[in-house]
C-alpha cells in the first residue's frame, strides 16, 4: 500500500512529512533542501507560467499584483465576511466575489478560487514528496485550524483533490501539534493541554483532553487575524504614513512599494 503524506497547508508556509520505515515522522525537503515552502502562487504575464514558492517570492515585488499570499484567509470565506474584507483593504491582488458569493482572486480579468491557487501549493509538496520517496503519492491528510467550519474544511479537501490528492483525514492542527509532542502516548488517565498556535494568520490556543488515544477540542479562542502577516501589514502600514508625513510621498497605492517595504 502507497504511504499517506502529511501536509500542513500554512498561511505563510506550508510543509510535507511521511512516517519512515520505523514509523516515525520526517519533514520532506525540496531539492534545494528546504523543508518548508512559501505559500504563494504566482502567475506570470507572458506566458501564463505558475510560479510556485521561493520563485514566486522572488519575483513579488516586481509582478505584486499577480502574487498571491495568504489563500488560507479566504478559502471557504464569503467575500463579505469581516476579515476578508480586511484582507482585501491592503492586499495587493484584487479580491472579488464569485456567483455564490465566495472570496476569489482575480488574476488580470480571470477569477480564481482560493482552492485553485491553494491546489498548486499543494500540487508542489506532492511532487517533492514523490521525489523524497521515489514513488507515486496519491494519498494525503491534510492540517486545518481548529476553528475552520465545515465549508472551509470542504473548500480545504476540494483543493487536495484539484492537485490529484486523495485527502483521508482533515487534522485539527492542535490535534497534530499534541501529537507531534507525544500526548497520546501517556499511559494512562486523562491529559489536559493547551496548545499555543502562531501563525502567519491566527494567533489562538486551544485546550485539548487527550484519554486512551483520543482527542477532544474542549475549548479554542483567539483572534484569526493577528498573525505575522497582520504584524507585518502593521509595520507597512507604520512606514508609509512615517514617508508621507517625511516627504509627502503617498505609497498607499503603490503596489510595488509596499512590496519593497
Request: charged content about 25%.
Amino acid at each position: 500500500m502507497a504511504r499517506i503524506i502529511g501536509i500542513d497547508l500554512g498561511t505563510t508556509n506550508s510543509c510535507v512529512a511521511v512516517l519512515d520505515e520505523k514509523l516515525n515522522p520526517k519533514i520532506l525537503t525540496d531539492e534545494n533542501h528546504r523543508r518548508t515552502t512559501p505559500s504563494v502562487v504566482a502567475y506570470t504575464t507572458d506566458n501564463g507560467t505558475v510560479l510556485i514558492g521561493e520563485q514566486a517570492l522572488r519575483q513579488a515585488i516586481t509582478n505584486p499584483q499577480r502574487t498571491i499570499a495568504g489563500t488560507k484567509r479566504l478559502i471557504g470565506r464569503k467575500v463579505n465576511s469581516k476579515d476578508v474584507s480586511a484582507f482585501a483593504r491592503t492586499a495587493p491582488f484584487r479580491i472579488v466575489s464569485s456567483p455564490n458569493g465566495d472570496a476569489w482572486v482575480k488574476i488580470g480579468d480571470t477569477p480564481k478560487s482560493p482552492e485553485e491557487i491553494a491546489s498548486h501549493v499543494l500540487r508542489h509538496l506532492r511532487s517533492v514528496a514523490e521525489e523524497a520517496l521515489g514513488e507515486p503519492v496519491t494519498r494525503a491528510v491534510l492540517t486545518v485550524p481548529t476553528y475552520f467550519d465545515d465549508s472551509q474544511r470542504q473548500a480545504t479537501r476540494d483543493a487536495g483533490t484539484i492537485a490529484g490528492l486523495e485527502i483521508c483525514r482533515i487534522l485539527n492542527e492542535p490535534t497534530a501539534a499534541a501529537l507531534a509532542y507525544g500526548a497520546h502516548r501517556a499511559k494512562e488517565g486523562r491529559r489536559v493541554i493547551a496548545v499555543f498556535d502562531l501563525g502567519g494568520g491566527t494567533f489562538d490556543i486551544s485546550l485539548m483532553s487527550v484519554e486512551d488515544n483520543v482527542f477532544e477540542v474542549l475549548a479554542t479562542n483567539g483572534d484569526t487575524a493577528l498573525g505575522g502577516d497582520d504584524w507585518d501589514r502593521a509595520i507597512i502600514e507604520k512606514l508609509v504614513d512615517s514617508i508621507f508625513d517625511e516627504f509627502r510621498v503617498d505609497l498607499s497605492n503603490d503596489p510595488m512599494a509596499q512590496g519593497r517595504l
